[in-house]
């Protein structure tokens, strides 16, 4: 091979081949690594160093003649070397490395320009060769290296192994231990069923739960511990899990204690097979839930019964109304709701205190319960209210209500006192109305209002017209705030007659409510509601400033003007400014005092014995008397009278009425009276209504009575009318009325008219 010579004034083609070595620099620099590019760059690098001293050596020796074209070869040398080593190195191995550097070593043997350039291109060789069998044997260091690195490995892994065995060894003795103490000490009973179901295992706490010792346990089944209805639903858990159907199992079931007690057991158990993936043992775990039960149990109680009475509460009350309603919808038939309110029960709790009011309240509860079936429901509804749902009535309401009314007649006794009570009703009786619940509610509470309006002890069903008249109390007190000072209030005076001449004493004042659109309200409705609020008060002021001027105004043609009977409330009893009130009205209506009686209820007199003590006391100095109101109605012995001093007593109206055909009511009302005269107290009867009445009550001694059979309250310009009458004049009217039904009450304005009217 004969390299041409350039011409050396031409562009220097060493210029060309140092690019192309540049380029091939800069390639290999960026070819991936690897054997290859190992080569070559060892390639490279000794192909530079030769022309590097060939380039700046041999121009020192100046003998040595170098051609350029000698110089190219040289050049040429690492080029053709490199690119041979890169290109065959790393394919093709050592040994066709050395053909690679001996072909071009052989050229340039071959054509010998110089001695040195021969000893240098041997020398170069010589690295190059040197270099090779280095790396040969770095290869085989390297291979040798990791094959000590894969037995290394090997090692390593198979020690790793068999310290994993080892773990796993302990691992599972420690989970053994783990399971054993978790099982022994377990607060929750365990037990383990082998493949017959029977106990094989049972711990310390499950022997506890249900009171029998390990031996009693092991080899039985624990369905002979159960409580014989939960065997079968057990028995499917256990088919179950053996049949692999489902992985565990979670119920409630019930083990009977040795001493008969329930257990009430929250069960979850799992099943574990055999190597074979056979069933083999089950292990259940049994937490006590009796306690939890019995709590949940008292919760729900709590959530649905009252706990004072032990009745159903609001909302299981409303649960039934819903299901009874469904039902008559359903089925048909007449169910009746009946909403019951003691009329007198604030009295004993203002009296008594609330420890008498609950006992109370107990007592009618069972007194209900006594009269009402048991499978209906009856619903402590708040305070002293009761829901009474009567399902599938057969008779009236009126029947039901009747039933109800009759178990209040006999007077309670609670802590040793005799507590009187009647009770007001309101019905809404349901046929296949679709009304909800809070209509049916809301109804009932407007009937039972409509019944307190027409006065205490009376029963009323719900009509549709109802609810224009009747309102909240909410609403009602508001309105009868708006109302005073207005003529809508206002009082009205019943005759009291002397029974033996038949002559007027003196006037009840009583208070009269004339609502613009809900008509007249009874007094037994609103006083209790103002009484709640201190609107009593006020209410009380204007009641005893009216009567007193009005009272001031009454005059007679002979005798003694009539007193006045104003009522108090048990809250203005206890006001402090009522002996200053008194003092004003009497100074500004100009009424002598002993013309003035007040009114006060055996409650009011007892709720605060010093107080009533120094209030009655300067009431006596003043001369103006004191009334002792609903006598009888049993808040108080006869002994009380003796403490207070009272100078009339008005026996209550529902003696009266019951001494009309109940001999123990008239041996009563004689013990009372007699009992008064004694005591040298005006006896007056309250409510007489007939003859009859009337002449028993003459009969018995009876100086005061006060009645429909008289008057009802009448007006002021009435009472003129009454007084100017002459006596037989003045009851001419007397023996056409009768007034003896509760709703008739408020007619009884009618016998007034005639009254007024009379002369
Ligand atoms: P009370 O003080 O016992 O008044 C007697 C009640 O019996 C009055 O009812 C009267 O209308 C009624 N009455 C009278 N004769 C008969 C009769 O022959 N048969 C029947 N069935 N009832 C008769 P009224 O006016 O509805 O008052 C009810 C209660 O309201 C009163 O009972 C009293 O406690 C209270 N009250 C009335 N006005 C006032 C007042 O101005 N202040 C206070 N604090 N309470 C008042
Ligand atoms: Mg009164
Ligand atoms: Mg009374």
Known sequence: MSPSIPERTAPDPRDDLRGAVRDLVVNLAHAPLGEGRFWAVQAMVIGLFVVHLVTTIAPIHHAIPVSDSTIDLLLFIPIVYGGAAFGLVGSLG????????????????????????????????????????????????????????????????????????????????????????AFENNTSGMYLLDRDGHMSDVNRAFCEMIGRSEDELLGHSPDAFRLNEDVMVAEEHRRRLTSGSIARVHYTTRFVHRDGRVIFGELAAACLNDE??????????????????????????????????????????????????????????????????????????????????????????????????????????????????????????????YRLLSAVHEPFTVAGTSLEQRMSIGVVVLDGESMDNDELLRNVDTALYEAKRRGKGTVVRFTNDMHDRASSRYELLRDLRAALGTDQLMMKYQPLVDLASDEVVGFEALMRWQHPSKGAIAPDLFIPLAEQTDLIVALGEFALREATTTAASWTVKHGRAPYVSVNLSTNQFRDPNLLALVDEALRTSGLDPDRLVLEITERAALADTVQ???????????????????????????????????????????????????????????????????????????????????????????????????????????????LRASTSERWSARTTTHATAPGNRNRRNASATRLSHSK
Request: glycine share 6%; with cysteine; charged share 25%.
């Open 94 to 181: 050592a040994s066709l490395t050395g053909i690679a550097l001996t072909v071009p070593m052989q050229l340039l043997m071959d054509h010998p320009t110089s001695e040195i350039w021969q000893e240098w291109a041997v020398l170069a060789t010589t690295v190059v060769v040197a270099i090779q069998v280095g790396h040969h044997y770095e290869v085989e260091r390297r291979q040798r290296e990791l094959l000590r690195q894969v037995e290394r490995t090997k090692v390593e892994s198979e020690l790793r192994a068999l310290r994993i065995d080892a773990e796993s060894q302990r691992a599972l003795a420690r989970r053994d231990a783990l399971f054993r103490d």
């Open 276 to 401: 074979q993936g056979e069933p083999e043992t089950i292990v259940a775990s049994v937490r006590d839930a009796t306690d939890e039960r019995a709590l949940l149990a008292e919760l729900e109680h709590q959530a649905l019964y009252d706990p004072l009475t032990g009745l159903a509460n609001r909302t299981l009350f409303e649960d039934r109304l819903s299901r009874s309603r469904a039902l008559v919808a359903r089925e048909g038939g007449t169910n009746a709701i009946f909403l019951l309110d003691l009329d007198d029960f604030k009295g004993v709790n203002d009296t008594f205190g609330h420890h008498v009011g609950d006992q109370l309240l107990v007592e009618f509860a069972r007194r209900m319960e006594r009269v009402t079936r048991a499978s209906d429901t009856l619903c402590r509804f708040g305070g002293d209210e009761f829901l009474y749902l009567a399902q599938g009535i057969t008779g009236s309401y009126e029947e039901v209500a």
């Open 612 to 722: 009533v003590a120094t209030v009655l006391a300067h009431f006596e100095d003043r001369g103006v008397r004191l009334a002792l109101d609903d006598f009888g109605t049993g808040y108080s012995s006869l002994s009380h009278i003796t403490r207070l001093h009272p100078h009339i007593i008005k026996i209550d109206r529902s003696f009266i009425v019951a001494a009309d055909d109940d001999v123990a009511s008239r041996a009563l009302l004689d013990a009372m009276i007699s009992l008064g005269r004694r005591l040298q107290l005006t006896v007056l009867a309250e409510g007489i209504e007939t003859e009859t009445q009337l002449t028993y009550l003459r009969g018995l001694g009876c100086e005061v009575g006060q009645g429909y059979l008289f008057a009802p309250a009448l007006s002021n310009d009435e009472v003129a009318t009454l």
